[in-house]
């Protein structure tokens, strides 16, 4: 449990059935190791929170302190991203590596499952009929799929894209048939503490209160470098290192006649280039290179991942975005070439791109490259 309304609407309904249950709250961030206090720190207040729905449904509650995983695991990977000039996403790493990775390790009984409050759903089925298998079919064990939530606006599969197979077995997704608004009407119907709470945003480290620059800028040195229109090779303005821009964001440059956009970093010249309008052809792209790529099911990826004419998939490399058509070929075990269809803005390296078939979240990988044109 979180302390959200997300969370304590999943721990009613199952606490509403038979199941022997209790809840972990997980305190990821030591705020201590910024100001050497806990005073005023948010997970408290979370924390709190959590007890008091815990006290109205009558469930055991404890908490469990994964910082120093999470530091190790997350957030110093996520450091060495940003200041290379990527941008990574630490919540999908966090979902791998600490909810459904260090946590999980903790569930000391085999038995045991992991419920949460994420917008997704798991269906258990075999794997596709192929020639390979056509005639032992009938004994193929089914398998967990992880599949989008019925409330696509609130979908969060994405951010559970990178969870090995055995942790999604052990998973439950109780909203994954609800709507957020019926979630919070459900909140309030049974009186619930967190029923008017606020939904968080943001990275879970950095707060709703801080800017993100001003809280990196406490780990990562300052690196200036220039800001140049690629459209006229002229020095426009300057910035504090390649963190503090990603790939799409309105650069902010002063002086100039129309707004001016990120459409590259040079990470050798420390440079990052600008183009004039959000609609500049030099914003999209129409490949990518994925590495460290890790299917859900890990002995049987998609067979045509090898043909000639790819893998045709949906992929999205942004939590807020619709998934495009595209197709995936392997050039490595864990290396993928992805083409979209229709060449797309706003793609970095380091943003985790992910693919479907269709509603089902096959696996993904962390984008290492960006190509204007396909291959």
């Known amino acids: 449990m979180s302390g959200g309304v997300d969370s304590s609407v999943t721990a009613k309904l199952l606490a509403d059935q038979d199941y022997d249950l209790s809840a972990v709250f997980m305190r990821n961030w030591d705020t201590r190791d910024e100001s ?21 449904l009558g469930i055991p509650c404890r908490m469990v302190d994964l910082s120093r995983e999470y530091w190790t695991r997350v957030f ?13 996403n630490p919540d999908i790493w966090c ?25 997704a759903r798991k269906v258990w089925a075999r794997p596709p009929r192929q020639i390979s298998n056509l005639f032992a079919y009938g004994r193929i064990p089914s398998r967990p799929q992880l599949r989008r939530a019925t ?67 406490q780990y990562i040195p300052p690196a200036p470098g220039r800001i140049v229109d690629l459209t006229s090779g002229k020095t426009v303005g300057t910035h504090q290192g390649l963190y503090t821009f990603t790939i799409g964001q309105n650069a902010r440059v002063k002086g100039m006649p129309e707004k001016m956009f990120v459409a590259r970093k040079d990470k050798k010249e420390n440079t990052i280039y600008v183009v004039p309008g959000s609609t500049h052809p030099a914003l999209f792209r129409k490949s990518i290179l994925a590495d460290k790529w890790k299917w859900i099911w890990g002995d049987n990826p998609p067979p045509d991942i090898d043909g000639r004419g790819g893998f045709r998939a949906q992929v999205q490399y942004r939590h807020r975005m619709f998934a495009v058509p595209c ?22 390296t380091g ?7 269709n509603d089902w979240c096959l696996g993904c990988g962390v984008i290492s490259e960006t190509h204007i044109g396909s291959g």
């Open 351 to 357: 943003q985790v791109a992910a693919v479907w078939k």
């Open 151 to 217: 409330d696509r606006t609130k979908d969060q599969t994405y951010y559970l894209s990178a969870i090995p197979e055995q942790s999604l077995a052990r998973a439950l997704f109780p909203l994954a048939p609800y709507r957020k608004t019926a979630v919070r009407e459900m909140a309030h119907k049974w009186g619930l503490p967190t029923a008017s709470r606020e939904e968080s945003m943001g990275i879970c480290f950095v707060g709703e209160k801080r800017r993100f620059d001003n809280f990196i800028s």
């Open 76 to 88: 110093e990977p996520a450091l060495e991203m940003w200041e290379a000039g990527d941008t990574p």
């Open 327 to 348: 197709r995936v070929y392997r050039l490595r075990d864990d290396v993928m070439r992805i083409d979209f269809k229709d060449p797309q803005p706003s793609v970095a």
């Open 36 to 56: 050497g206090t806990d005073s005023g720190c948010e997970w408290k207040k979370d924390w709190e929170d959590v007890q008091r729905v815990c006290r109205m």
């Open 95 to 119: 979902n791998r590596e600490v909810k459904f990775g260090a946590l999980m390790d903790r569930l000391t009984d085999a038995d045991a499952w992991l419920a949460t409050g994420h917008y």
